[in-house]
């Protein structure tokens, strides 16, 4: 070793050079254990499933004190081996060799040349799957399509326009007629615009959700404008339809009632008709205009009108025509659960209810919600924590007879949370031994097969779930399509290695990471740790990621986005494509993400993490 070299640097290289020889053979050990399962992948995509045992094989230890080493000697502190994981470590040790005058083993150029195209690698597998990239920014923008996209062609004309690289079909949401009409529509916008976009369609998988609630009642809330002291500023504008055949409502309006088509065929501009108020006082409604066979009134009061409720004609104070209220839509109250409430899950085949009391507000019996999977009450023990609505509510499960499972809630707003029907349950603990492709996915996958580009499947846990759907899309004719595989419960994340050598044997592919179950499964605290994590396994696989979930929700809702949205948006240029959800600003929405995108990918600094070892790092024969 030259003399030059200072002791202490001596003292650094002598021990860096076999942890790092350890590192290496690590590295060729784990591709060898688990030599069957990449030869069987396409050989474009051989060099990625090294690269990401290799990567694994990196990760499994704790180098932090290593790193820190190699930053002394002004080396690589291998903070950005994702993409190239063996040549990352051949490069360190090259140079380790070199400042200690040994002479170093000649390199394995065929691996070397296909570790150092890492980056380029996935750059082009991304393409492959999602299309090209703007001009103006790297990561691809999709949008869920909403149901009005079947029937307004100008939304998705706008969209495309305003910069959206991928449409979203969301499957567990209207109908096969419904999506090809969306598809329709998109593909007349792309020759008017000459842009092009690929078609992604989201299979539902086995639905985890709330069942419907009992209704009410049928009932119409009637709301009028107030400002801060109480006083009206806008009567409430009434759409008044004849109840044999109702007329879609041709301005926005705040209200429909649908009444007796005797009673309206009499009514005049600026008659009076009276309608009962189901908590016993009189409402008067205005006639202002008439369109077709309905007209467009106005009420000064707050009404709630029921169905079957009493109206009466006046004109001029004179009673005309009497009639009822009919066909009004059915009311869903939300059942409110506060922290040590008592919630009943029930079979799908049975509604649920509100707590009942007795007169002194003694509890009776505790409300009641059906779940839409069956398989639960056959999974679940008590101990183990149940979640609803995205995490809003949360408890723990206290028995289970097969056919009611007991919850005691645990976790709710001081003032109570609404939980409805729809709504999402997540079970972290259990483990669900179901198939993710469902007989109704397999359904759609067929109507829609000729139509998309890209497949994806969601409530994946297993490598097994990825074959399934491979076998699905060959038998379908589909075997071209790309497929999304989305991460969004606890033991997708604990077995990602695995999945993804199971998902590049069918390519192109990619990782959705749905952000909103995955953090109500393994815990908000953590989702920023492990959203980073699948960020450096995608990309050591070099499988393109799209950044999930709640992206600028707000401004897609209400116009406006919060600071906190905006941050989040920024830091998505990290993945390959952001999507959005559905909304009544979503355009501007794409336009502002678009801006922002442009921005960030201008100056876009990936940092070099700290490599402590891994927590999905330990897969089947690892430790062997």
Not at 30 to 46: A, F, G, R, S, W
Not at 285 to 298: D, N, P, R, T
Not at 478 to 490: D, Q, S, V
Request: some cysteine; overall charge negative; proline content about 4%.
């Amino acid at each position: 070793m030259p003399a030059l070299i200072h002791l202490t640097q001596r003292h650094i290289i002598e021990n860096l050079i076999p942890a790092l020889e350890k590192l290496r053979e690590d590295a060729i050990s784990m591709e060898h254990h688990y030599l069957n399962k990449v030869t069987c992948i396409d050989p474009l995509y051989q060099s990625s499933a090294r690269n990401l045992l290799h990567y694994l094989a990196l990760r499994r230890s704790d180098i932090r004190n290593l790193q820190q080493s190699l930053e002394l000697l002004g080396l690589s502190r291998l903070g950005r081996a994702e993409a190239h994981a063996m040549s990352s470590l051949d490069a360190v040790l090259n140079a380790l060799h070199a400042l200690a005058g040994l002479k170093k083993k000649a390199p394995d150029l065929a691996r070397d040349v296909e570790n150092r195209i890492g980056g380029k690698q996935l750059d082009e597998h991304a393409g492959r799957l999602l299309g090209a990239a703007s001009g103006r920014h790297v990561t691809r923008i999709m949008v869920t399509m909403p149901s009005e996209a079947a029937t307004d062609a100008r939304l998705v004309h706008d969209l495309l326009a305003a910069g959206m690289d991928i449409m979203r079909i969301n499957c567990a949401h209207d109908d096969a007629d419904a999506w090809l009409s969306m598809i329709r529509h998109l593909r007349d916008a792309e020759q008017l615009l000459g842009r092009s976009c690929k078609v992604y369609a989201d299979l539902a998988g086995p639905k985890l959700r709330t069942g419907p609630v009992r209704a009410v009642g049928r009932l119409v809330e009637v709301k009028v404008k107030r400002d801060a002291r109480g006083f009206m500023t806008m009567p409430a504008k009434v759409w008044l339809t004849p109840a044999g055949c109702r007329e879609t409502p041709l301005l926005s309006v705040d209200a429909a009632l649908p009444m007796d088509e005797v009673l309206l065929a009499a009514v005049r501009p600026g008659d009076l008709i009276e309608v009962s108020d189901n908590r016993g006082s009189l409402r008067n409604l205005i006639v202002k205009e008439q369109f077709g066979s309905s007209w467009l009134a106005h009420c000064n009061q707050h009404a709630f009108i029921a169905e079957k409720a009493a109206c009466k004609l006046y004109r001029k104070g004179r009673l005309l025509v009497q009639g009822e209220i009919t066909s009004l839509p059915e009311i869903f109250e939300p059942i409110v659960l506060k922290a040590g409430d008592e919630l009943i899950l029930t079979h799908a085949d049975q509604l649920g209810s509100q707590a009942q009391y007795d007169a002194n507000g003694q509890l009776l019996r505790p409300a009641s919600m059906p779940c839409t999977l069956a398989a639960v009450f056959d999974a679940v023990a008590p101990g183990q924590p149940i979640w609803f609505d995205d995490g809003k509510i949360g408890g723990n499960i206290t028995s289970n007879d097969g056919e009611q499972i007991t919850v005691h809630i645990t976790h709710a707003a001081p003032q109570g949370s609404k939980l409805r029907a729809e709504k999402g349950i997540n079970l972290p603990e259990t483990h669900l031994d179901i198939p993710a492709l469902t007989e109704a996915d397999i359904v759609n996958l067929h109507a829609l097969a000729t139509h998309i580009d890209i497949v994806g499947l969601s409530f994946v846990r297993t490598p097994e779930d990825v074959m399934a759907l491979h076998r699905e899309l060959n038998a379908a004719g589909a075997g071209n399509l790309g497929t999304i595989l989305k991460i969004e419960t606890r033991q997708s994340f604990e077995n990602l290695p695995m999945i993804l050598l199971a998902g590049l044997c069918h390519t192109p592919v990619g990782v959705m990471v749905a952000r909103g179950d995955l953090a109500v499964e393994i815990g908000f605290e953590r989702l920023a740790e492990v959203q980073e994590e699948i960020l450096w396994l995608c990309e050591a696989a070099h499988v393109p990621v799209i950044w999930a979930t709640q992206v600028l929700e707000s401004m897609a809702k209400s116009g406006i986005p919060s600071r906190a949205e905006v941050s989040d948006a920024a830091l998505s240029v990290r993945a390959e494509c952001v999507m959005l959800n559905k909304g009544p600003y979503i355009v501007e929405t794409v336009r502002f993400l678009s801006g922002v995108l442009e921005r960030m990918s201008a100056h876009q600094n990936k940092l070099s993490p700290m490599l402590r070892r891994l927590s999905v790092s330990k897969i089947t024969g690892c430790d062997e």
